[in-house]
Structures are given as structure tokens and as C-alpha cells.
């Protein structure tokens, strides 16, 4: 066989034995493969057994295989350095997303993008960090089902490599604190400049003291190379309009783990004040309607014969 390729294909007669060789290798490996798995599938009922022996056969074939190919094409590689060349070349192909989770293990080592305790948000998956290894980093996930920003009780693993590839944001790094807002929608009706002040009342039970949160920024900004400014760190409250009445957006700084318990706490406070004051109603959808003065007179006219009729 190995002369008829030299012939048809003008190949070198070591080359051409080689080829053989690897052809009859693969066939070889392949049944075995196929009957291994055959056997398998008869004498193991378990599943997952039969699972794991499947991949067993799998993993041997495999290995089996690169042996073979060592046997029968290293003596073709004469010169060291080119044989060399090549495996390091096929090796960084290979496992680069292993070296280029080693990079991103090295880069949280030295740069601290985060560490475990931290909660930070990357190519979607938020959670507070549990874990860091050379290979991933664990997440303890937030979100997804759960709403603000509650834990869902699921593990998350993250290659560390997705550090060079994908955005991380980190809630709790130097400055940890967040801006939440929370949203009141009054009716037109209503006293909007009354239910500012419920609002605003209803924010300062929950707000971080300005004191402490200028220490932490100072504090940040002598051990980091971060320069972050804020004019005012109180509550504060914005007015605009929706179609079913006066929009008041609260917003306050809060402890980035804190988000559910502060609004659940304004809320309650807000809901009470509001039952208490007649003034303040909270906005719905609404439909209104315009009823044109020729239909009106229409309609009290049959209402006033139908009550004639009835006497």
C-alpha cells in the first residue's frame, strides 16, 4: 500500500509508510472505541456507570492515540529544534484558554479587580464572589428570578479568563455604597408637593449619615487610584410627569447589599404615612372618557321617562 502512494502521489517512501500507519491506527482506535462502547452498553445497566465507563473508553482511545502518533512520527523530525517548535506550537493552541485563565488567576492575584466577599456583576452573571482558583472564580448568584438583587442560592463558576474578554463591575470595591431609586407615582389630583415631603421623610429613616459616606470617599481616595466626587450624598427627590399622574423618584445611597430591606423599609413607611393623609393618592392606569353635551341631554331625557313610567 505504502508503494502505491509513493507511486500516485510521488511521496517519499518513509513518508508514505508513515501515513499508512497513522490511517491504520485511527481505524483501529475507532472500532475499538465502537466495541468498547458496545460492551458497555450490554453488561452495565447503571447509567451513570455506563456514562462514566463511555467516557473512560474515550479518554484511553485518546491517549492510545497520542502515543501512537509519538512511535510513529518523531523519527520523521530529524532536527530537535523543529520538533519542538511544532509541540509548543500545537500545546499553546491547544491550552490556551487554560494559559489564559492562569493570566486572569495572576491578574486578580496582583491587581485585586475583586476579592472574595466582594458582589460584582460580569458578562451577565452577578453574585457575590465565594471562591477564586487558578482556573475560575465562584459566584454566589444574585438576580435572574429574584428580584433586587437578592441571592438565587446558585453557584456560578466564572473562568478567570473572561476577566480580558468581558467588563466586571464590582458593587462594594473602596466605595461601598450604591445609589438606589425608588419610584411614586401620585395622582394629578393628589398634593405633589405634600407627598415630596412624605417621600423625603420616608428616605431619611433608611439614608446613610453624610459623614460617614465623606470618610469612606476620603479614605478610597488616599489608598486607590480612584477619584470619585459627589456635591450631595442626602436624599434627594426628582418630579417629572407620566400619563397617569406626578412621578416622584426617590433617590438614596445605600449599603450595595441593602437594596431589598432599604426599599422595603421606605415603602412601609411611605404606605403608612400616606393612609394618614388625604391629600396624597397613589397613581394607577386610568381610562377617562368624554361624554358630548347632545348625548347627555339624550340620556336624561330617558332617564326622566323611565321614572315617569315607574310612578
Not at 501515513?19 to 447503571?46: E, F, K, M, N, Q
Request: hydrophobic share 45%; no cysteine; proline share 4%.
Amino acid at each position: 500500500m505504502s508503494d502505491i502512494l509513493t507511486e500516485q502521489f510521488g511521496l517519499a517512501p518513509t513518508l508514505s509508510s508513515r501515513l499508512l500507519s497513522t490511517v491504520v491506527v485511527i481505524a483501529v482506535i475507532i472500532i475499538l472505541r465502537y466495541l468498547g462502547a458496545r460492551v458497555a452498553h450490554r453488561r452495565v445497566s447503571d447509567p451513570e456507570l455506563e456514562f462514566r465507563t463511555r467516557k473512560a473508553i474515550t479518554y484511553i482511545a485518546t491517549a492510545v492515540f497520542v502515543v501512537a502518533m509519538v512511535f510513529i512520527w518523531l523519527p520523521f523530525f530529524d532536527n530537535l529544534a523543529t520538533f519542538l517548535g511544532l509541540l509548543s506550537a500545537g500545546i499553546a493552541i491547544a491550552l490556551a484558554d487554560v494559559f489564559l485563565n492562569l493570566a486572569g488567576w495572576t491578574y486578580i492575584v496582583f491587581r485585586r479587580p475583586f476579592r472574595v466577599g466582594d458582589r460584582i456583576e460580569i458578562a451577565g452573571n452577578a453574585g457575590d464572589v465565594v471562591d477564586i482558583r487558578a482556573f475560575r472564580f465562584t459566584l454566589l448568584e444574585i438576580r435572574d428570578w429574584v428580584h433586587a438583587d437578592q441571592s438565587t442560592g446558585r453557584i456560578v463558576h466564572v473562568p478567570n479568563g473572561k476577566l480580558f474578554r468581558e467588563a466586571v463591575a464590582n458593587f462594594t470595591e473602596g466605595f461601598h455604597y450604591i445609589w438606589h431609586e425608588i419610584p411614586v407615582l401620585v395622582t394629578f389630583e393628589s398634593d405633589w408637593q405634600r407627598a415630596e415631603e412624605l417621600l423625603r421623610s420616608a428616605l431619611d429613616s433608611v439614608a446613610i449619615p453624610e459623614v460617614e459616606a465623606r470618610k469612606v470617599i476620603r479614605e478610597m481616595s488616599a489608598s486607590r487610584d480612584y477619584r470619585i466626587t459627589y456635591r450631595e450624598l442626602t436624599p434627594n427627590v426628582y418630579v417629572s410627569t407620566r400619563d397617569s399622574g406626578v412621578l416622584l423618584t426617590g433617590r438614596v445611597l445605600v449599603e450595595a447589599k441593602r437594596r431589598r430591606s432599604v426599599e422595603d423599609t421606605v415603602w412601609r413607611h411611605l404606605l403608612t404615612a400616606i393612609a394618614s393623609d388625604p391629600s396624597v393618592e397613589l397613581a394607577y392606569p386610568t381610562i377617562r372618557g368624554f361624554v358630548p353635551e347632545m348625548y347627555r341631554e339624550r340620556d336624561q331625557a330617558r332617564s326622566a321617562g323611565e321614572d315617569s313610567q315607574g310612578v
